[in-house]
């Protein structure tokens, strides 16, 4: 059986060798995943509240509009997200196919005036009149669960093939051309790097992934030179203080933000810039009012945090490659990518080292469709680890592997 880190070494244990005992784990250590989870939720929610009073009770009359609002969502989501939790790996699975392609569909049906909901500018959402649905926040997650579909399916395809590389590509790329239309630079940007890494962990020939690394970033830099859109906003990007009050308004507000932190902040509610000087503070930009009030200490915090959340997402990754589950495998580590490389790239723009995408701050930016899509990504995450512990225990039961896998058992 092919490994999911195809580009690591993985112990083995021969063939009817007794697995070795699991150590007992504690509640706090067996439920640190979702502990971490909780804690980054709330502590949005705070973050939100600080960041939005002033604009809520200037633009709703109402302190309270946002965070309220926000809290709304996050329950939705946990009862969302207990809902898919009781759904088996295997259903996914079955299903990744369909899904993509009526996600697809909505994708499409964004972008059609009069039913596509326009805001600033970007046709990105489906009005359904007592709540808004932006249709791209559900298709990273369908895309990394159709990739891992296919990546089962077609493993030895990808790895052997031009063809098996470049097939899933073709479906994202017109994912990608549908997000460009509405537009959004940002999610295709996320789309196109997740689904890259899944292919190259999953061992595509190297030559193949810097050709089509090198022809994607070809692709992408012609978009912002031939959009003056994009290219005015990268200018800024590059120097945003040659006008502070126009293009590099929000990102010279945001470094203002981040530097006025220094090491442990001006203290929870203490911002300045949220004060109608920051745009967006309490969506794309709430990391930097983050700085502004928890300083260093506050960012290690968050960062750390998310840190602990791929690296827990890997490890389930090859827990799952080792027991045999290898689409949840290639699912547990899709997730991780996403979730690091949209935290990265939020904190990124928000200090300057990357240009303005409209990314929010997984499970921390204000967002409906956002909350309830990570929810949902996380209740997966959770999901798998419970299935790899249910392995493990009958395996420790049966003191020997079980059909599905010849892998040594790992401790989840």
């Known amino acids: 059986m092919s490994s999911i880190v195809s580009r690591t070494v993985i112990g083995r244990q021969s063939l009817g060798a007794p697995a070795p005992e699991v150590p007992v784990q504690g509640w706090l250590a067996s439920h640190a995943l979702l502990i971490v989870l909780v804690g980054l939720s709330l502590f949005g929610l705070v973050m939100i509240a600080s960041a939005s009073m002033p604009y809520a009770a200037e633009t709703h009359g109402s302190p309270f509009y946002i965070v309220g609002r926000q809290l709304v969502f996050l329950v939705l ?244 490659e080792e027991l045999g589950f290898r689409f949840a495998g290639y699912l547990a580590l899709g997730i991780g990518i996403w979730i690091g490389l949209q935290a990265f790239v939020n904190m990124g723009v928000n200090m300057g080292i990357l240009p303005t995408k409209g990314i929010t701050l997984p499970m921390m930016s204000y967002g409906g469709s956002s909350a309830i899509v990570f929810a949902v990504s996380f209740a997966i995450l959770l999901r798998i680890e419970s299935e790899l512990r249910w392995q493990q225990r009958e395996e420790l039961a049966t003191q020997k592997p079980l059909s599905r896998s010849h892998h040594r058992v790992r401790t989840v």
């Not at 579909?149 to 395809?157: K, N």
């Not at 929000?250 to 203002?256: K, R």
């Not at 930009?285 to 928890?294: D, G, H, S, T």
Request: proline share 4%.
């Open 77 to 320: 989501g946990l009862l969302v997200g207990y809902g898919v939790y009781q759904i088996p790996i295997a259903v996914w699975e079955r299903a990744a196919l369909p899904l993509i392609l009526v996600s697809l569909f909505f994708l499409g049906l964004v972008l059609v005036p009069g039913i596509g909901k326009m805001v600033n500018g970007s046709r990105r959402w489906l009005d359904f009149g007592l709540f808004t649905v932006q249709v791209s926040e559900a298709v990273k997650l369908l895309i990394i669960v159709y990739m891992a579909g296919y990546l089962v399916r077609r493993g030895e395809l990808v790895r052997e093939s031009f063809n098996g590389f470049i097939r899933p590509l073709t479906l994202i790329g017109f994912a990608s051309v549908l997000l460009l239309l509405e537009p959004d630079f940002g999610a295709a940007f996320v789309i196109v790097t997740t689904s890259l890494a899944m292919l190259f962990v999953a061992g595509v020939r190297l030559t193949q992934f810097i050709a089509m690394s090198g022809a994607l970033a070809v692709l992408g830099t012609a978009s912002i030179a031939f959009s003056p859109y994009r290219m005015r906003r990268f200018s800024s990007f590059l120097d945003p203080f040659s006008d502070p009050y126009d293009s590099g308004f929000q990102l010279t507000q945001s470094l203002i933000a981040i530097g006025s932190g220094g090491f442990s902040g001006l203290g929870l509610g203490g911002s300045v810039q949220k004060l109608f000087y920051l745009p967006e503070a309490h969506t794309d930009f709430l990391f930097a009012v983050l700085c502004e009030e928890l300083g260093f200490l506050g960012v290690l915090a968050v960062i750390s945090a998310y840190g602990f959340i791929v690296w827990r997402s890997f490890r389930l990754a090859r827990t799952a």
